[in-house]
Nanobody
Framework: QVQLVESGGGLVQAGGSLRLSCAASESIREINTMAWYRQAPGKQRELVARSTSGDITYYTDSVKGRFTISRDSARNTLDLQMNSLKPEDTAVYYC?????????WGQGTQVTVSS
């Protein structure tokens, strides 16, 4: 069972930055897909950014140019650098890892952006 632990959330003013980090309990070297999702109150969980082996990345339109996803196989971590934050980025952010077609989730970290 893969364990994922997120950190780095908090309260920030609009225009500010935060860096989220997700630590995996085992090696991510052979993991094809890792991603960050978020869920705002009253809304469905949505994909924010995805990292696929071969350094292929995907970003939802609303965060393109502001967020950067990166993985470190030596440290078994997945990071999300978030710049130029907006109030609409407020949500609980979840780290996700896909292994053998099973989705593993972290417990989530709250990001709140004040206007």
């Amino acid at each position: 069972q893969v364990q994922l632990v997120e950190s780095g959330g908090g309260l920030v003013q609009a225009g500010g930055s935060l860096r989220l980090s997700c630590a995996a309990s085992e090696s991510i070297r052979e993991i094809n897909t890792m991603a960050w999702y978020r869920q705002a109150p009253g809304k469905q969980r949505e994909l924010v950014a995805r990292s696929t082996s071969g350094d292929i990345t995907y970003y939802t339109d609303s965060v393109k140019g502001r967020f950067t996803i990166s993985r470190d196989s030596a440290r078994n971590t997945l990071d999300l650098q978030m710049n130029s934050l907006k109030p609409e980025d407020t949500a609980v952010y979840y780290c996700c890892l896909v292994k053998s077609q099973v989705y593993y989730w972290g417990q989530g970290t709250q990001v709140t952006v004040s206007s």
